[in-house]
C-alpha cells in the first residue's frame, strides 16, 4: 500500500453558481438581499462568509444564538452596549449603516434572532438603509420563518441549499486525498454524509486520521472490513437527532435498534404520537396489512444510534420489546440478536447463528461478521460453513473462505451442497488448483455422502428442510439431487474452469432455467450463459434469459453483483447509456462490505459507458478504478475483462506506460480458472499492443481470434474485432461488413452496418452523417468516414460539403497544430518535448489523441492527413464562396 498524502481540506466545491446567486442578489437594485437557508453542514455559513471576504471583510457580521434571543436587540450586543438602553434603537441604526452608502449586514443562525433585532432588520432592509444576507436553518423552530415578509413580497431573494451532486462528491473526495475515488469509496461517503458538505468534510477528516481509505496505484479503494469506518460523522447525526422531542428520539431509538416495533407496543409505551410524527417527517414508516409496523429509514443516523445508544437504556428496551409477543421479520430477529450482543445481553448460539445466515443472504455482510466473530466454526453445520465460506470469499478473504469449504466439504450431507460448494470454489480460485480445496475434492464428497445414505430431508441443520426453506432466500435445490445429476454438474463445472467459461451454450441455457438444481449453480450457469449470449451478439436473449432466471433467484453472494454488471452491459448494447448509468448508481445494500465488493463490477462498466461515449478521461479514470478494485478484493474472474478494457482506454489516452503496465498485468494472470469474457479482453489486449508498438504478432494473433470467432459463431467478437480493424487500421471489407451487421445486435454491429451499407451504395451524403454522429465518442472514426466521403465524391460527382460539419481540422487545438508541425518535420517525441519545454509522456499523449482525430495511427501518416483535411476545408470555402 503507497502511503497517502496529507489531507487537504478541498476548497468550496459545488457552490458556484450558488455564490453567483448571493454575490447578484447583493448587486440587484429591485432586491434588498437573500435568504439561505440549509440543514446544519449544508455550506450557509461557509458560502456567506466568502462572499463577506470578497467584499472586503469589514461589513458587520451578526450571529444568533439561544441565549441571545431571549434578549431584545441581543444580536447586536457585540456592536452596541444592550446595557445602557438611552436611545438604543438609534444606536443600532448608526452602528449597523455606519459611513457606508448602502453596507451588507451578514446575520448567521437567523433562525435565532429575538422579535426587535428581526423586526429592526426587516425595517432597515425594507427601507433600503441596509442590504441582507440572512442564514437560518430549517425547521429548527416550529412556526418561525425569519424574514417571511420580506420573502412575500419578493423583495429578499430565498435559497435552499440542496445535497452536493454526485460529481461534486468525487471532486471533494478525489481532491482531499490526491488519488482517484473508487465507485465504493463514493458509496460510501455518500451514504454516510448525505452529501452535506460539512458532513463530507467531516468523514474525509476522519478516513484521513484513522488512514481508512486506502491508495493502490493512484486509487483509493474501501476497506470494506473495516469495523470502525461506521464511527464517522456522529457530531452532525446528533445534532440532527437533538431537533426532535426527547419521546420522537426515543422512539426512533426504538425502531432503529428492533428493526421493527409494532403499533400496539408503540402505543402501550406511551410513544405512538412522537412516532407518528417521525412517520409524517419521513424518518419512520408504517409497513403491513394486519399486523402493522413501524420501520426506520437506513442512513447515517441509524448507524450512530445503534453505536451510541447506552448500555443501560438498550437493555431496558430490549426487555420490552423480547417480552412482547409477536413475528418479527428475519431481518428484524437478525437486528434484534444484534442489539442484544451489542448491549451484553445473554443470546442463544443458534439464534446468533441464524442472524448471521439472515445477515450473508441480505447482504449485510458487515453485520454478519461481527455477529459471527465469536462463534466456533465447529458447532457450525455443512450448510453453515458453507455460508460462512461464501461470506469470507465475498469480501476478499478467499484463502479463509477455501479453508471453510473444505471443511463444509468434509461435513457435507447431500449432492446439492457439494454442487453449490463448486460453484463457489470456481468462481474464487483462478489456479485451477488451491491448497484447502482441489477438483479431486468434490467427486471424493460425492463418494463419502453416497456412502453415508443420508436422507437430508429429516436433518434438522439442512437448509432444504421444509420450515427452514420456507424462511431462508437461499434454496439449494427443490427436490434434491441424485448422485448421478450431481457428478454430470460437476463435469460442467469442471469444463468451465478449464475452458476460461466457453462451454456448452445450449446446455448451461438448460441449466439456467432448471428450477430442481440448486439456486448458486443456476446463477453461475446463468451468469456464464449471459456472457456467451453477448459475446455473440444476442443481446435480447441475453436479456430474455436474464430476467426470466433473476425472478426466481433470490440474491446471492458475488452472483447479484456480477448480473447487475451484465445487465448494464445488455442496456449498453441495446444503445440505453442513460438507463445502463442508472442501473449502476443505486448499491444494492447500504453494508460497507457488500459496497466495497461491487465497486469494481460498477467501475469497470462506467469505464465501458464513457468509452462508447468518447468521454477517455472519464474512462481511464473509472477503468484503473475497476482494475484495482477487482484485484484487491480477489474478484480475479472479473479480472481480465477489467484489464483488457483498461489497457486499451490507456492507450487511446497516450498514456503508453500505463497501458503497458496493464498488458504486464493481464500476461501475468493465471492461465486456469474462470475468466468472464476473456477473448474479449484479449482482442482489447492485442488491439492495444498492435497500436503501441506495431507488433506483428499482436495482428496475427488477433486475425487468429476473428477466424475462431466465426468458426464458434461468436459474432458478437467478430463484429468487436472488424469494428477495430476499421477504427485503428482503416481496413474496409464492404462485404463482411454487410453480412455480419445482420448476425447480431450492438454499437459495433450498427457502426459496421451503416459505414458498409454506404460503401456498397456509394453514398458519400450517408458516410458524412456517420461521421457527424461520431465527432465527438469517436473522432477517428469521424475522420475515417469522411475521408472515404471524399473518395466518392471523385465518383459520384458533387454533395454538398458544409465547412464545420466535417472539417475535422476545427477540432484541433492549438498546441495539437503546433505538434503537427513538429511531426511532418519528422521529430521526434524527445526532441518536441525538448523544444517544447515538456515532458516527453505529455507529447505522446497529445500526438495519439491527435492520431485519433486525424484518423491516423503512424506519425508517417499526419502530412496525408493534413493535406486531406486542407484540401477539404479549400473546396468547401470555395463551394461556399460560388453559392453565394
Known amino acids: 500500500m503507497t502511503r497517502q498524502r496529507a489531507f487537504s481540506r478541498p476548497p468550496l466545491f459545488g457552490r458556484v453558481d450558488e455564490l453567483r446567486i448571493i454575490e447578484e442578489s447583493l448587486s440587484d437594485s429591485s432586491m434588498v438581499g437573500i435568504l439561505i437557508e440549509g440543514d ?11 462572499v463577506h471576504r470578497r467584499r472586503g471583510g469589514q461589513e458587520h457580521w451578526l450571529r444568533a444564538d439561544r441565549v441571545l434571543s431571549e434578549i ?84 429578499l431573494t430565498q435559497m435552499v441549499l440542496e445535497p452536493l451532486a454526485q460529481e461534486d462528491l468525487r471532486n471533494a473526495v478525489e481532491y482531499s486525498f490526491d488519488g482517484i475515488a473508487a465507485q465504493g469509496v463514493l458509496d460510501i461517503v455518500d451514504f454516510h454524509s448525505g452529501r452535506n458538505p460539512g458532513k463530507l468534510l467531516e468523514l474525509l477528516e476522519y478516513c484521513r486520521r484513522k488512514n481508512r481509505l486506502l491508495s493502490r496505484n493512484g486509487v483509493l479503494l474501501l476497506d470494506g472490513l473495516d469495523i470502525d469506518f461506521d464511527v464517522r460523522a456522529r457530531d452532525f447525526a446528533r445534532i440532527d437527532l437533538d431537533q426532535h422531542s426527547t419521546e420522537e428520539k426515543e422512539a426512533l431509538e426504538l425502531v432503529v435498534m428492533a428493526g421493527e416495533i409494532d403499533i400496539d407496543l408503540m402505543l402501550s409505551i406511551g410513544l405512538g404520537p412522537a412516532a407518528d410524527r417521525l412517520v409524517d417527517g419521513g424518518e419512520l414508516r408504517i409497513l403491513g396489512d394486519t ?35 409477536g413475528h418479527p421479520s428475519r431481518r428484524s430477529q437478525m437486528l434484534r440478536t444484534e442489539w442484544a450482543l451489542g448491549c451484553g445481553v445473554d443470546v442463544d448460539e443458534r439464534q446468533v447463528i441464524d442472524a448471521a445466515i439472515t445477515a450473508i443472504e441480505t447482504g449485510d455482510w458487515h453485520r454478519a461478521l461481527r455477529i459471527m466473530s465469536d462463534v466456533p466454526t465447529d458447532r457450525l453445520s455443512a450448510h453453515e460453513l458453507y455460508e460462512l465460506a461464501s461470506l469470507y470469499c465475498n469480501v476478499g478473504q478467499v484463502a479463509l473462505g477455501l479453508d471453510l469449504l473444505a471443511y463444509c466439504l468434509h461435513k457435507a450431507c447431500c449432492p446439492e451442497l457439494v454442487i453449490t460448494a463448486a460453484v463457489l470454489w470456481a468462481n474464487r480460485q483462478v489456479t485451477h488448483k488451491s491448497v484447502a480445496v482441489e477438483a479431486a475434492d468434490f467427486p471424493a464428497a460425492l463418494d463419502r455422502v453416497a456412502a453415508q445414505e443420508r436422507d437430508c430431508s429429516t436433518d434438522e441443520t439442512c437448509h432444504h428442510n421444509g420450515k427452514r426453506q420456507d424462511q431462508t432466500t437461499r434454496g439449494f435445490a427443490a427436490g434434491g439431487l441424485d448422485d ?52 455473440q451478439g444476442r443481446i435480447e436473449q441475453a436479456d430474455e434469459i436474464m430476467t426470466l432466471v433473476k425472478r426466481e433467484l433470490p440474491g446471492l453472494g458475488m452472483g447479484t453483483v456480477v448480473l447487475r454488471m451484465l445487465g448494464a452491459r445488455v442496456l449498453m448494447e441495446h444503445g440505453d447509456l442513460s438507463a445502463a448509468r442508472r442501473s449502476l448508481q443505486m448499491p444494492q445494500s447500504s453494508d460497507i462490505a457488500h459496497i466495497a465488493s461491487q465497486s469494481g463490477t460498477s467501475d469497470m462498466m462506467a469505464a465501458e459507458l464513457a468509452l462508447l461515449e468518447g468521454n477517455l478521461d472519464a474512462a481511464l479514470r473509472s477503468a484503473r478504478a475497476g482494475v484495482e478494485a477487482l484485484e484487491y478484493w480477489e474478484q480475479l474472474s472479473l479480472l481480465a475483462a477489467a484489464l483488457g478494457v483498461a489497457q486499451y482506454v490507456a492507450t487511446l489516452s497516450g498514456e503508453r506506460d500505463l497501458a503497458a503496465g496493464f498488458d504486464a498485468r493481464f500476461a501475468r494472470l493465471a492461465r486456469f480458472g474462470l475468466h468472464l469474457e476473456s477473448r474479449r479482453a484479449l482482442v482489447y489486449t492485442l488491439i492495444s499492443r498492435w497500436l503501441r508498438t506495431s507488433d506483428p504478432e499482436s495482428e496475427r494473433q488477433l486475425r487468429q481470434l476473428l477466424d475462431d470467432a466465426e468458426r464458434d459463431q461468436a459474432y458478437g467478437l467478430s463484429a468487436q474485432i472488424r469494428f477495430l480493424l476499421f477504427r485503428h487500421l482503416g481496413e474496409v471489407d464492404i462485404e463482411e461488413m454487410r453480412r455480419i451487421s445482420g448476425l447480431g445486435e450492438g454499437p459495433a454491429f450498427r457502426i459496421l452496418g451503416a459505414v458498409g451499407e454506404a460503401l456498397w451504395t456509394k453514398d458519400a451524403a450517408a458516410l458524412l452523417r456517420i461521421a457527424d454522429a461520431h465527432r465527438s465518442s469517436a473522432p477517428d472514426v469521424a475522420a475515417r468516414c469522411v475521408q472515404m466521403a471524399k473518395d466518392r465524391l471523385h465518383h459520384r460527382g458533387s454533395v454538398p460539403l458544409s465547412r464545420g ?29 525538448a523544444l517544447l519545454g515538456a515532458a516527453v509522456r505529455t507529447v505522446e499523449g497529445h500526438a495519439y489523441r491527435l492520431y485519433r482525430k486525424l484518423g491516423v495511427t503512424r506519425r508517417h501518416q499526419v502530412a496525408e492527413a493534413l493535406a486531406r483535411l486542407n484540401i477539404e476545408a479549400v473546396g468547401a470555402a470555395k463551394q461556399e464562396s460560388e453559392n453565394s
Not at 430442481?516 to 446463468?526: I, N, T
Request: hydrophobic letters at 40%; one cysteine or more; aromatic letters at 8%.
Open 40 to 50: 446544519i453542514g449544508m455550506g450557509k455559513t461557509c458560502l456567506a462568509r466568502e
Open 72 to 155: 431584545p436587540f441581543g444580536v447586536f450586543a457585540m456592536i452596541v452596549d444592550l446595557d445602557d438602553p438611552g436611545g438604543l434603537p438609534g444606536r443600532v441604526i448608526s452602528a449597523v449603516t455606519g459611513n457606508s452608502q448602502v453596507p451588507a449586514v451578514f446575520v448567521d443562525d437567523a433562525h435565532y434572532l429575538d422579535e426587535h433585532s428581526l423586526r429592526m432588520l426587516t425595517q432597515l432592509a425594507a427601507n433600503g438603509t441596509i442590504k441582507l444576507v440572512a442564514m437560518t436553518r430549517h425547521s429548527v423552530v416550529e412556526g418561525f420563518w425569519p424574514f417571511a415578509d420580506l420573502v412575500d413580497e419578493q423583495a
Open 291 to 325: 399486523a402493522r409496523v413501524y420501520v426506520a429509514r437506513e442512513h447515517h443516523s441509524s448507524e450512530t444510534i445503534r453505536y451510541s445508544a447506552p448500555i443501560g437504556r438498550s437493555r431496558r428496551w430490549y426487555g420490552i420489546v423480547r417480552d412482547y409477543p
Open 484 to 535: 448421478a445429476t450431481a457428478r454430470a454438474l460437476l463435469q460442467t463445472v469442471n469444463s468451465v474452469v478449464s475452458t476460461h467459461g466457453q462451454p456448452n451454450r445450449e446446455l448451461l441455457h438448460r441449466q439456467a432455467l432448471d428450477v430442481s438444481l440448486p439456486d448458486a449453480y443456476r446463477l453461475g450457469a446463468l451468469v456464464v450463459c449471459v456472457s456467451l449470449e453477448l459475446e
Open 805 to 833: 460539419s466535417y472539417d475535422l481540422s476545427v477540432e484541433l487545438t492549438e498546441r495539437e497544430r503546433e505538434i503537427c508541425g513538429f511531426l511532418v518535420k519528422g521529430m521526434s517525441n524527445a526532441e518536441i518535448a
